[in-house]
């Protein structure tokens, strides 16, 4: 061929739009007794991010998974409750480790599902890090802080100490899909408890995420179960199960109608609740004490004193 | 109160005459702590055998295990094969020692006296309603006879720990003396079932209860029962006996079975013996290994010492 | 020629690095000396020279205090408390993995067996960094206050018992709390200090935060008598720690003291004997006897005294007196010739005064220093052998016959360490906690150490608690 053909051939290729290197896409399942199976209900749902824009088709639990959760948390409840208080600040501890080398793919999931900018999203995942150490910390604190030993009129030694009061199911936040969902899951479990969380609806992706942390850092299967989908098919049958011992509802958060019935329904077997906000709160404030304390019980002992 | 006595067969009588005795002795030895008792046993856990001292060990625990089966589906082919492994664990080589004893039930007594006639081996049989120990004096007694004249030369016999959680210590004082009379010459071993008596302070007086009703051997378990043996009711029933032989004279041998799955486990036991009882227990006429899967391990670790290399199952016999 | 001998389990030395000689950390880095000398540390159980060390002169320790009170001024008061808790995460995890290394060193320099060293003290060290981890960003919830305040420089001086845990007891709450550091180790115990000091640098934790600074009396002195050093802590003796209340007298310092202690370990007839017996051995024995809170007077009940005393005997038949780095050894070398000559001295007193004195047969090894386990029976009050310390591994044994007299004869000393009670009636050991003056009571157990638990003395056991919530307190204000 003649130079002058090539040229005329060269400029008539256009760049290909696509990257180089096609991506191996991720699937996002359930999280239960520290495996990840898909909903028994074969359902899935499509995860947009804020544009609308496809990112992945997420598991739709049903009532089912639900229950499976339940009974996986309370399975691994004796196992978790019974380890030392530097056992689970450990496990805690490692978590956050594992979760800061995830840095990159938690931003750019808060990036989609948030719609926020990269550099807020760093700092959003940065403080859900740092959130988690700070819950670490408390594990073999909190018996010395709301626990005592109380001097009755009487010779007797008498303390009061704090105990898990055992599965819980925490309604995680609809809108802040990382640092909320941190800051509903390390306190309950710090304590000694179990969890069933629903994560957002529609930033559901995080959760999972986090799931895959939690299961390659120690925490034994069932300690946390994450479930994905409209939380309307189970948050019902959480708050209605007679195995389930307190419920979160800071995903029902500006729904006063499904709060209430989510409540209501919690009666029946006296579950310690703790009741969705008016509003979605700023995660970002200092968190205190109350999510921790809200799923402890307190033991009180009596001994004589006596030769 | 603690035993401090020396216990003269007058003393012994006396303790034993009555239920309301027997008890008084039986809760007048020293508590066990429970937390204490584990942090020995874990110390003890640590030490480190090495070389000479491990391949000395792991010899004299081939010598110790009572090779064990005890299953629904055993039959006459099962059991002369275990006997095969009984006397040459290791085909490929002849140095190795051969076990203590092999391990079975009633029925099957007469198959494992031909098969190890002339071996120096001996036979031990179950009996008493193994391993659950519900049923009859009566039955009991009849099993034993049985087992005796098929030629076992010990038995391994359950204590009702229905009648010990119900405090009738009495009745199982009976009932160890009764099958000790029909054991005749063979050995007793008297088989606790620690993991249902729960508590090491229980394990203490079951100890003393089945010494003083005459037993041979104190042993853990059924192996049927979860937890087995462990390293802790081990020490506590060292303890006893050590206790006895100052009391009274006489040595009693102890039986850890169940759950001791590798060399690393039977050498921890064998550290508990020395420094609990002492090296007059080091010796299986005086302690044994009820174990079945061990031995391989045990052969593998020997291998190990003698080659430098890590060994696999295909090089050992399965039975 | 015992049946069952165990062969030699020597832990392997190659993991360790020492250098031939050390000079001082401060801000941040290894610098030599202004006006201090050089001086050598030793291997207590075969005499070996382990490496030169110096001894910081009073310009080495002016250095140290400027770099930890600039350190304090710009970074580590400005610095959130999530942060400094960040920085004592690393170390805390840095710890752990370098534990067999760490373990090794410490036997090696103090004469303690591995199985201790790498059992006992290595985890507690990591653990303690772990917990005050945690607390830097809580100290709203400690209990002093809503916004409690660091008080800026600490001056921390530690025994040679136990060196690195010693370490972590004073720099994990004082940093946590938001104070920077000057630490001497003790003149016998350098080493484990300075491998510190270069996991501080691992952790990159700013310069001058942790300056440590190696030396014997005078440099201790110089350090607490620095007039820039806000908080004193010190551990060692009450001899020592009466001279520090006096220098501190009349400033601004705050000081709390670990001091001595002749504590008394309290067997009723109804104990469970056999873990009493090993509750005692273990209350004199581990650590050869150099615990401040060690059992070192038993106090058997007399109906009980024949048997616990033979089944005592018995057990310390079964000690393994040897090489520290062997992994079997139960009691390892006497830290110095001058504390063996210390520990020789009081038994020949003990002896004089007409106690009767027992030790079961061992081998001792020709070089280094060495003391084997030693019963004197026969001891009451009014012996010297029950009234100072010893710091050994020597017991004294003394009888009571009722609780009363129990409380009476183990309260009947300056010191208030520790106790211990051993008996199965739970009324009773609440009773005998409740009446025995001392800073920690052990109940049917001893020598149970932990991050979250407060230990310290009462009257001349000295003042102030490590460890726990009320760990925080000396250092914040």
């Known amino acids: 061929m003649s130079p002058a053909n090539s040229r005329r051939t060269e400029r008539k290729v256009e760049r290909d739009p696509r990257p180089a290197r096609l991506e191996v896409k991720k699937t996002y399942k359930l999280y239960i007794g520290g495996k990840f199976p898909r909903s028994e209900s074969g359902r899935s749902y499509e995860v947009t991010d804020s544009k609308g824009k496809f990112l992945a088709n997420a598991a739709w639990a049903s009532r089912k998974d639900a229950r499976d959760a339940v009974v996986a948390a309370r399975k691994a409840y004796p196992g978790w409750s019974a380890a030392t208080t530097y056992n689970r600040g450990q496990v805690l501890y490692r978590v956050a480790e594992v979760m800061e080398g995830r840095r990159a793919q938690f931003v750019d999931e808060v990036v989609a599902g948030e719609g926020i900018t990269r550099s807020r999203a760093e700092k959003v995942v940065d403080e859900a890090i740092d959130r988690w150490v700070w819950y670490a910390g408390w594990s073999d604190k909190l018996a010395q802080v709301v626990g005592s030993t109380n001097p009755v009129a009487g010779p007797y030694f008498d303390f009061s100490i704090p105990e898990p009061t055992g599965v819980v199911a925490v309604i995680a936040p609809q809108q802040s899909s990382l640092l909320g969902l941190v800051s509903v899951v390390a306190p309950v479990i710090v304590g000694g408890n179990t969890a069933v969380v629903t994560s957002s609806y529609e930033r559901p992706l995080p959760a999972i995420t986090l799931s895959e942390v939690l299961a390659t850092s120690d925490v034994p299967g069932g300690v946390v179960n994450i479930l994905t989908g409209r939380v309307g098919d189970t948050a019902p049958w959480l708050a209605a199960h007679m195995d389930v011992n307190a419920i979160d509802l800071a995903g029902a958060a500006g729904d006063t109608e499904h709060a209430t019935e989510l409540e209501l329904a919690a009666a029946d077997n006296l579950k310690r609740v703790v009741r969705a906000p008016e509003a979605e709160p700023d995660w970002t404030q200092p968190p205190g004490l109350e999510r921790m304390t809200a799923f402890l019980e307190t033991k009180t002992v009596w001994h004589p004193m006596g030769v | 109160m603690t035993v401090l006595e020396a216990l003269d067969a007058a003393r012994l009588s006396e303790i034993t005459a009555s239920e309301t005795s027997l008890r008084r002795f039986l809760h007048g030895l020293a508590g066990v702590d429970q937390v204490g008792a584990d942090a020995r046993a874990a110390m003890l856990s640590t030490r480190s055998i090495k070389t000479t001292a491990k391949q000395w060990a792991i010899d004299l625990a081939i010598s110790m295990i009572d090779l064990t089966t005890l299953e629904g589906q055993d039959t006459p082919g099962k059991v002369r094969a275990l006997c095969a492994k009984a006397q040459r664990p290791d085909p490929s080589d002849p140095s190795v020692p051969h076990v203590a004893a092999v391990c079975v039930y009633p029925d099957l007594v007469g198959v494992a006296v031909k098969a190890l006639a002339g071996s120096g081996i001996h036979v031990a049989s179950v009996a008493t309603g193994f391993p659950s120990g519900r049923t009859s004096l009566e039955v009991k007694l009849a099993e034993t006879r049985e087992a005796v004249a098929a030629g076992a030369d010990e038995v391994d016999m359950v204590i009702d720990r229905g009648a010990f959680l119900a405090g009738r210590y009495g009745q199982i004082f009976e009932e160890i003396v009764a099958i000790k009379q029909a054991c005749g010459d063979a050995h007793l071993k008297v088989i606790l079932e620690t993991g249902e008596l729960a508590t090491y302070d229980n394990v203490r007086r079951a100890s003393w209860l089945a010494m003083l009703a005459g037993g041979d051997f104190i042993k853990t378990s059924t192996g049927k029962v979860s937890p087995a043996a462990t390293l802790p009711v081990t020490l506590v029933m060292l303890e006893a006996v050590r206790d006895y032989l100052e009391a009274t004279g006489r040595q009693v041998g102890v039986k850890p079975a169940g759950g001791i799955r590798t060399s690393k486990d039977a050498i921890r036991y064998l550290v508990l013996v020395n420094e609990t009882a002492g090296e007059d227990w080091l010796d299986p006429d005086w302690f044994r290994l009820g174990a079945s899967s061990l031995l391989n391990d045990l052969l593998m670790q020997r291998q190990r010492m003698a080659t430098g290399r890590y060994g696999g199952p295909d090089y050992f016999t399965l039975d | 020629m015992a049946k069952f001998e165990y062969a030699p389990a020597p832990e392997s030395r190659a993991i360790v690095d020492i250098a031939s000689s050390y000079g001082l950390f401060i801000d941040g880095r290894f610098v030599d000396p202004v006006d201090g000398t050089p001086f050598k540390t030793v291997n207590p159980a075969s005499e070996e020279v382990l490496a030169e060390v110096t001894a910081a002169g009073p310009a080495d320790v002016d250095a140290a205090v400027k770099a930890a009170r600039r350190a304090y001024e710009r970074v580590w008061s400005r610095m959130p408390g999530r942060d400094r808790g960040k920085y004592l995460f690393r170390i805390a995890r840095i710890i752990q993995e370098r534990s067999r290394e760490l373990a090794v060193l410490e036997s090696i320099d103090n004469g303690k067996p591995i199985r201790e060293s790498r059992d006992v003290d290595i985890p507690l060290v990591a653990a303690h960094f772990f917990y005050y981890a945690g607390w830097a960003d809580k100290l709203a919830y400690a209990g002093l206050g809503p916004d409690p305040r660091p008080h800026g420089v600490a001056g921390q001086v530690i025994p040679w018992n136990f060196p690195l845990l010693m370490l972590s007891w004073k720099i994990a709450p004082a940093l946590a709390a938001g104070n920077t550091v000057v630490l001497k180790p003790a003149e016998t115990t350098p080493l484990t200090a300075l491998a510190f000091a270069d996991i501080c640098q691992q952790a990159d934790l700013p310069p001058g935060v942790v300056n440590i600074v190696t030396g014997a009396g005078e440099t201790g002195r110089a350090l607490v008598e620095h007039p820039d050093v806000d908080k004193v802590a010190f551990t060692g003796s009450t001899e020592v720690g009466k001279q520090i209340a006096r220098s501190v007298a009349g400033t601004a310092k705050k000081a709390t003291l670990e001091l001595g202690g002749k504590a008394a370990n309290i067997v009723f007839d109804d104990a469970p004997i056999d873990q009493a017996v090993e509750g005692i051995v273990n209350g004199i024995f581990f650590n050869q006897g150099h615990v401040c809170c060690a059992g070192s007077r038993l106090l058997v009940q007399e109906s009980v005294y024949d048997e616990v005393l033979a089944s005592l005997k018995r057990r310390l038949g079964t000690l393994r007196v040897g090489d520290p780095l062997d992994k079997n050894t139960d009691i390892g070398a006497i830290n110095s010739a001058e504390q063996l000559a210390r520990i020789r001295t009081l038994s020949e007193v003990g002896e004089a005064e007409g106690a009767e004195r027992w030790s079961p047969p061992c081998e001792l090894p020709d070089r280094g220093f060495w003391f084997p386990p030693t019963v004197f029976t026969g001891v009451s009050q009014a012996h010297r052998i029950a009234r100072e310390e010893i710091f050994g591994p020597v017991l004294s044994v003394l009888t009571f016959r009722t ?38 009571v052990w109940a049917n157990t001893f020598n149970r150490f932990d991050p979250t638990s407060p230990f310290g003395g009462y009257k001349e056991s000295g003042y102030g608690r490590e460890g726990g919530r009320h760990g925080l307190e000396a250092y914040l204000r």
């Open chain 3, 403 to 440: 609780p009363a007299e129990a409380v009476e004869k183990a309260n009947n000393t300056p010191y208030g360490l520790s106790a211990g009670v051993w008996t199965e009636k739970g009324s009773r050991i609440l009773w005998m906690s409740s009446r025995l003056r001392a800073g920690v």
